[in-house]
């Protein structure tokens, strides 16, 4: 972070200035505070950053900012609500540097995406990404922060839960290209509808530079319709798009594909596999192309994808094919996971599916849904873990998949999927995180005996 003097945060914001200093840094936790920085006291539902004022300034912090009226031992910023003044200094601080940057959000793949489009580009310029989960209103600012005089572009992932949380990020965001990745039912229980799942993703134009690109997936029904005068929008897809995906392979583990793009033509080899990261890729090299990057190095960046986490790594473990997709889940995902499945060479092809978590209402009808899908993917064995799981076993039997299975425990499941799964067979590990579906993991694991290829 370059240096701010605590006058013109405080002006910003909106606030009040009590004394002078110059700040190097703002955090939001003590564990963070840096000497110099600026201490901002965040009030929770469980917990009130004002509290730990005194250890925030023992630790070397040179200011603070509060929202309560009490007066701290050091310089000091008075605002009415610290979490908007975080995201309003956020912005202020952002408007500083004319780079690109990269504002993107959607149901599912946002990770993944932006995983892909920092790659495509950080070959062109030396970039920052969002890290881990810092995509919400408190975790954006922490990113924009880490902007200095020596990076040239940035990728930042937005998240939301309601409506008028990506307005409010944005804002301090301001990209120069924006990327919606599909309009799925993450959070329908809050947003009513995949439409109100729309309006809500697009508040991302509200902050979007005017005549900036907005790039969209043209293959999903609901962003395909959008149309916005203020700003260019593009397409990508496999159906339809500005940026097409032709001539799809997947072999080994990787997928090679051909974009078509404004009469030219650009193969890619990304080491993963799922037609939903053929999206994935397509979006990041559209991406690409708005900020100027060498089609050929994108590609050539593309290729050095790394799956993060559990997002969908895929492993050998004793002659199977096993794929790790256990950070997240909804019914979408769940989608792509399945196909994934159905589409990946081996002999039984075996569903290890846990609760889909955050769906309220929702809920019985989504495991439904994916039951549904485990029969129409062909999967030959469905093993499923949670208290909604039952939605999985009735709708999958009812559908006409024979070999679906209960447990209520993860150790009778783990018992039982290495009985059942032998080389040359593939199985895939999908739940929401919560569900930690990586003990059943690493308990088969032992039985099978490790062999990364």
């Given at each position: ?7 013109e945060?405080?002006?910003a ?24 920085c ?47 003044a ?5 912005g ?16 599912v ?14 070959s ?42 990506i ?9 120069t ?16 509808s ?19 690109p ?10 395909n319709?959008?149309k ?5 929008i593009y ?11 032709e001539?799809?392979e ?6 090679t ?5 404004f ?15 053929v ?12 900020i ?7 590609a ?7 799956p ?6 895929t492993?050998?473990v004793?002659?199977i094919?096993?794929?790790?997709d ?28 846990a609760?889909m ?14 039951g549904?899908?485990a ?5 030959d ?23 679906a299975?209960?447990f ?15 080389r ?11 569900m ?11 039985k ?6």
């Amino acid at each position: 972070m370059e240096v701010l003097n605590i006058k013109e945060i405080a002006a910003a914001c909106n606030g009040e200035c009590f004394g002078d200093a110059e700040i190097t840094n703002a955090v939001i936790d003590t564990r963070k505070i840096t000497k110099g920085c600026l201490f901002i006291c965040i009030k929770g539902e469980r917990f009130d950053a004002h509290t730990f004022i005194d250890e925030a300034i023992e630790k070397g912090a040179s200011a603070v900012m509060i929202c309560e009226d009490i007066a701290p031992g050091c310089p000091y910023i008075k605002v009415g609500d610290t979490a908007k003044a975080l995201l309003d200094m956020a912005g202020y601080y952002r408007s500083k540097f004319n780079i690109p940057v990269v504002g993107l959000t959607g149901s599912v793949g946002k990770t993944t995406t932006k995983e892909f489009t920092y790659l495509v580009v950080n070959s062109k310029y030396n970039a920052i990404k969002t890290q881990g989960n810092l995509n919400n209103e408190i975790g954006v600012p922490q990113m924009l922060f880490q902007i200095d005089n020596s990076i040239e572009a940035a990728v930042i992932e937005m998240g939301m839960n309601h409506f008028g949380e990506i307005s409010r990020i944005v804002s301090a965001v301001k990209p120069t290209v924006g990327l919606i990745t599909n309009i799925g039912v993450s959070h329908i229980e809050n947003l009513g509808s995949r439409d109100g799942i729309l309006k809500a993703k697009l508040e991302i134009c509200e902050g979007l530079q005017e005549g900036a690109p907005l790039i969209l997936n043209g293959d999903d029904d609901k962003l395909n319709t959008v149309k916005d005068n203020k700003h260019k929008i593009y397409f990508y897809g496999i159906e339809n798009g500005d940026f097409k995906a032709e001539s799809i392979e997947e072999n080994n583990g990787s997928t090679t594909f051909t974009v078509s793009y404004f009469s030219k033509k650009q193969k890619i080899t990304i080491p993963t596999i799922g037609i939903h990261n053929v999206y994935n890729a397509l979006a990041a090299f559209a991406v690409g192309y708005f900020i100027g990057a060498d089609p050929e190095k994108s590609a050539q960046a593309l290729s050095q994808y790394v799956p993060a986490g559990m997002r969908q790594k895929t492993v050998c473990v004793g002659g199977i094919t096993s794929i790790e997709d256990c950070y997240n889940a909804s019914p979408d995902s769940m989608r792509a996971a399945l196909r994934t499945l159905h589409d990946t060479k081996g002999g039984k092809k075996i569903a290890v599916l846990a609760d889909m978590l955050e769906l309220g209402d929702y809920s019985k009808t989504a495991h439904k849904s994916v039951g549904e899908m485990a029969a129409e993917n062909k999967i030959d064995y469905l093993f499923a873990y949670g208290e909604n799981a039952k939605y999985y076993v009735q709708s999958a039997k009812d559908n006409g998949l024979v070999n679906a299975f209960l447990f209520d425990n993860k150790e009778d499941l783990s018992k039982k999927l290495a009985e059942t799964a032998s080389r040359g067979d593939v199985v895939i590990f999908k739940g929401s995180r919560g569900m930690r579906l990586e003990d059943v993991i690493n308990s088969v694991y032992k039985k099978w005996g490790k062999e990364n290829e």
